[in-house]
């Protein structure tokens, strides 16, 4: 309750006892109740200075703030068409929530899209369809350094801090994980035992904070990042160097989340804002990232190690390329984020403009290792906006081995897309540390929903593969997907952009790229 409030409620009951004192009815008494608390509330509204609208439309200038207040609720439930919401449209996330809750998740009628709309993507049936695979295939991650290679399924928990996530949620998803026999990513934000207990696989990532790795003054701690990383659950180990939502910025976990168990977990004082640098401390310059890539793949035991970006300079990666190329070693797997990725919070600039797409990051990266003849023993990962079977199969047309999904994820174990991740006041308790609110979200209810969803999204990618004749996704072309360019015109990935061919950006680069694999530098990362 705000003080003004609390004056106001004061000032009426002193008013309404004088009144009563001088004899009136009770019930005279209750009628002028809400007279003197409207009163009240337009004479504080006319000497505040704050709000103009409230200064002159007293009283009636706070249904203003309420509807503003209300206003994304009142866009999302019943504005909204189903196919044009933002972040997730109405189709999206009913998808999810039908496919965790284990009911159908089929349509009548026909689509709702305007199919002619410039934009619009869609993918080649075949003539000759193939029977859908009876067990989904995994990806071998884990290249000639790597003496522990790991299988990856198609769809993976993308990464998710304790700290920005409940308890719960965690428990939920890495029970999931361990159900369904797929990976979950622990996010920059430590090896809690939430990710350890139910037994999932995990990917543990490490930012620029090195939670969980730490020294005293913040520096990596190869000791401690051995003996987490060596871990039976940890399969992977996974070296953050980026966020698609914030590229180029560090995090900030406010003081009022960081209780002892966030505190132990990520080698912090309690109570203290956790501030993540922009930067790493342990490399300057593309040699020295794959020089740390092959020493974090050392501390681990020999499992499979790599890295996470949003991609920016074309001309950046492409000196990485030329690192690994001069180091003799290169990352195992690399995870590219999109510019459309999820965050619990980051500035809206950035969240809007900063940042390469996921499908020409994908692009990118994918056609800089076929050229320098790296693709063979690198994976690559896609993390960005996957919820569905098309995007999955979309993003394996685009050059990528697997995907990760964060945010349909969270609406498998209950989030609504509020979008108060920031707040502490998730009204489902998946992104809040307040007890209260987190204990709404039931661990034995939402982990089968977790494990139901990754189970029927793969299978739905499956079957749109076994549609286009295609049994296996190593057998996915960039003809297979269309992009409507025109009212009447449309056009093949094949012809929209360029794809190298293994090992030509080493014999002869085409002029595209030219340019950016002459100034790429693998001592410098050159902008």
Not at 167 to 191: M, Q, R, S, V
Request: with cysteine; glycine share 12%; hydrophobic share 40%.
């Amino acid at each position: 309750m705000t003080r003004m409030a609390i004056v106001a409620l004061t000032l009426a009951a002193g008013m309404l006892t004088a009144v009563a004192a001088v004899g009136l009815s009770p019930w005279w008494c209750a009628a002028a109740v809400p007279l003197v608390l409207l009163g009240l509330v337009g004479a504080a509204d006319l000497l505040q200075r704050r709000h103009a609208v409230l200064r002159n439309y007293p009283v009636l200038g706070h249904a203003r703030y309420l509807l503003e207040r209300i206003r994304p609720e009142l866009q999302q439930y019943f504005i909204e068409r189903n196919f044009d919401g933002r972040p997730f449209d109405r189709d999206v996330r009913a998808i999810v929530y039908e496919r965790a809750k284990g009911t159908d998740a089929e349509q009548p009628y026909g689509t709702e899209r305007d199919v002619y709309q410039p934009g619009y993507e869609f993918l080649v049936p075949s003539m000759a369809p193939c029977p859908v695979p009876q067990a989904p295939p995994r990806v071998r991650i884990g290249g000639p350094d790597c003496s522990r290679p790991y299988d990856m399924a198609l769809l993976n928990v993308s990464a998710m801090s304790f700290g920005s996530l409940s308890a719960n949620a965690i428990l939920a998803l890495n029970g999931g994980a361990a159900a369904g026999g797929f990976a979950h990513d622990t996010g920059e934000g430590g090896l809690s035992e939430y990710h350890l207990r139910p037994g999932g696989d995990l990917v543990w990532e490490i930012g620029t904070g090195y939670f969980g790795c730490r020294t005293g003054d913040g520096d990596f701690d190869p000791a401690e990042s051995a003996g987490k990383a060596t871990h039976d659950h940890v399969k992977c180990v996974s070296l953050k160097l980026s966020q698609g939502a914030k590229p180029g910025i560090g995090g900030v976990l406010p003081g009022v989340k960081v209780n002892a168990e966030i505190a132990k977990v990520r080698d912090v004082p309690e109570g203290q804002t956790v501030i993540s640098p922009p930067y790493h401390k342990v490399f300057s310059t593309p040699r020295e990232l794959v020089r740390f890539i092959a020493r974090m793949r050392e501390l681990s035991g020999g499992k499979p190690t790599g890295f996470k970006l949003c991609v920016g300079s074309r001309r950046q990666f492409l000196a990485v390329c030329k690192a690994m190329l001069a180091e003799g070693t290169a990352p195992d797997f690399i995870v590219v984020d999109g510019g459309e990725g999820g965050t619990g919070a980051a500035p809206l600039e950035f969240a809007d403009h900063v940042g390469t797409p996921l499908t020409e990051g994908l692009l990118t990266v994918h056609n800089a290792l076929v050229g320098t003849g790296l693709r063979d023993h690198v994976r690559i990962g896609a993390s960005g906006k996957i919820a569905t079977g098309t995007d999955l199969v979309k993003r394996l047309v685009q050059g990528a081995d697997y995907g990760n999904a964060a945010r349909a994820m969270m609406f498998a174990v209950g989030c609504i897309q509020a979008q108060r991740c920031h707040t502490n006041t998730c009204p489902t308790g998946v992104t809040t540390q307040d007890p209260r609110r987190a204990r709404a979200l039931d661990v034995g209810d939402k982990t089968p929903r977790v494990q139901r969803f990754q189970e029927a999204t793969v299978a739905s990618a499956l079957q749109i593969m076994a549609s286009m004749g295609v049994t296996d996704p190593a057998e996915l072309r960039p003809h297979m997907l269309r992009r409507r360019i025109g009212p009447h015109t449309e056009r093949s990935y094949e012809e929209l952009y360029q794809w190298l061919a293994p090992g030509q950006l080493l014999a002869e680069a085409p002029a595209a790229w030219a340019a950016d694999w002459q100034a790429a530098d693998p001592d410098r990362f050159t902008v």
